[in-house]
């Protein structure tokens, strides 16, 4: 690049300066990350909008890495964010007022310009497909106080989650990680304020035939949680989404792996919707899904900066595999879609390109045995059965 384009950007994009942090710390900036080196400072040339910063720290060798800590930023143009290692806690913490604006005018004066890594920009393209629906009152809604999302303060979470063998095979697995087992003893703070997902729909009064009839398609739980919950905003819903999605993901959150879970599977449980009400909301919904796994499962993906070993931005395949959540509902739905009398364009040409997709990349073959659907095992979260529900209106009863 040119020099004055290079200051030119500088100067227009926001800095994020970074003091004190060790070597061999695993620092991350949306879809990449860094092992940082001796006179790292930071990352200049953000472009405005939102990103998600994160980070591992690494014991003195930089073969050990502690859990992942991860925040949202919402930057403007030319702003300057600064936030110092505190050694003791092994994370990034904010400076005060004074302190940060005579950092600000330090880095606007170029002092820091030599220790400050620019940003990936080649890669923005695909961070703009994962997030382009999260909005600073995204971050604002969502983010936990204080900020940080992390592992360490989900502890809670791990005997309600296993569901399939994969999920079970996770919850062990983490269990077993004697840092998560030592940091979450220590942890007491609150994790993200997700949207409550029912997982049940319960109704008084109503037939059971009815009953059965809401919880088998959620088009109108998902009418209820749009105006009660987001004011009547499909895209405040796909922000969510998206943010869930990018903490799961580079984050490694939990919880955040949850409600993506659960929003996902609201949105494919839905059979009128697509075809009728809201058939704008799932072509971007499947726009959505589709550039989150088509970058979640690249298979020829090389970290940064030698980031080789630690936290990982990349799926592994059993996330994902057949007796997974994912695979069941999307069977379902594209069963849908190949039978409906008459769909959208665009929604039949996105959902043609996500079950390419995962075939590509996953090995699923939908087509193979479809004659066969409607068989559940007996333990399988996704049978339908409706329970006879005393409860009035939408529950608001936890997602598992």
Not at 126 to 141: A, H, L
Not at 174 to 191: D, M, P, Q, Y
Not at 305 to 325: E, P
């Amino acid at each position: 690049m040119e020099a004055e384009r290079a200051l030119e950007l500088v100067k227009q994009g926001a800095t994020l300066l970074l003091l004190d942090v060790p070597q061999f710390t695993l620092f991350g900036i949306d879809t990449q990350m860094f092992s940082v080196g001796p006179v790292f400072k930071g990352i200049k040339m953000i472009p405005p909008g939102p990103h998600f910063v994160y980070y591992s720290s690494s014991n003195r060798d930089g073969n050990d890495f502690s859990l992942v800590v991860g925040f949202f930023i919402n930057t403007n143009p030319s702003e300057v964010i600064v936030r110092k290692w505190v050694q003791q806690e092994e994370r990034l913490v904010k400076l005060s007022e004074e302190e940060e604006e005579r950092y600000c005018v330090a880095v606007k004066n170029l002092e820091f310009d030599s220790h400050l890594g620019p940003y990936p920009l080649k890669h923005y393209g695909d961070w703009k497909q994962i997030s382009n629906y999260i909005t600073k009152s995204t971050i604002e809604r969502i983010e936990p106080i204080g900020g940080e999302i992390t592992v360490a303060c989900e502890s809670g979470l791990v005997d309600a989650f296993p569901k399939t063998s994969m999920e079970k095979a996770l919850a062990e697995q983490l269990k077993n990680n004697s840092k998560f087992s030592e940091t979450a003893e220590k942890s007491n703070k609150r994790g993200c304020y997700y949207t409550s997902i029912p997982r049940v729909v319960k109704n008084k009064g109503i037939s059971g035939q009815n009953l059965t009839s809401l919880n088998l398609d959620k088009t109108q739980l998902l009418e209820t949680i749009l105006l009660k919950d987001y004011g009547g905003s499909e895209d405040l819903l796909l922000g969510e989404l998206q943010f869930s999605f990018i903490a799961f993901l580079m984050g490694q959150s939990l919880e955040a792996f949850l409600q993506w879970k659960d929003l996902v599977t609201l949105l494919f449980s839905c059979t009128e919707a697509p075809f009728h009400t809201r058939s704008q909301l799932f072509t971007k919904f499947i726009k959505v899904i589709y550039y989150e796994l088509k970058f979640g499962l690249q298979k020829d993906h090389k970290n940064s900066g030698g980031a080789k070993r630690g936290a990982s931005v990349f799926l592994d395949d059993s996330w994902f595999c057949k007796d997974s959540f994912l695979h069941h509902l999307c069977k379902d739905f594209f069963s849908l879609v190949q039978e409906a009398s008459a769909i959208d364009g665009d929604l039949l040409s996105w959902t043609r390109n996500f079950e390419q997709l995962l075939q590509t990349t996953l090995g699923w073959d939908f087509q193979q045995n479809r004659a066969a659907d409607g068989f559940y095992e007996e333990d399988d979260e996704f049978a339908p059965v409706v329970e006879n529900l005393d409860d009035t209106s939408l529950s608001e009863a936890p997602a598992a």
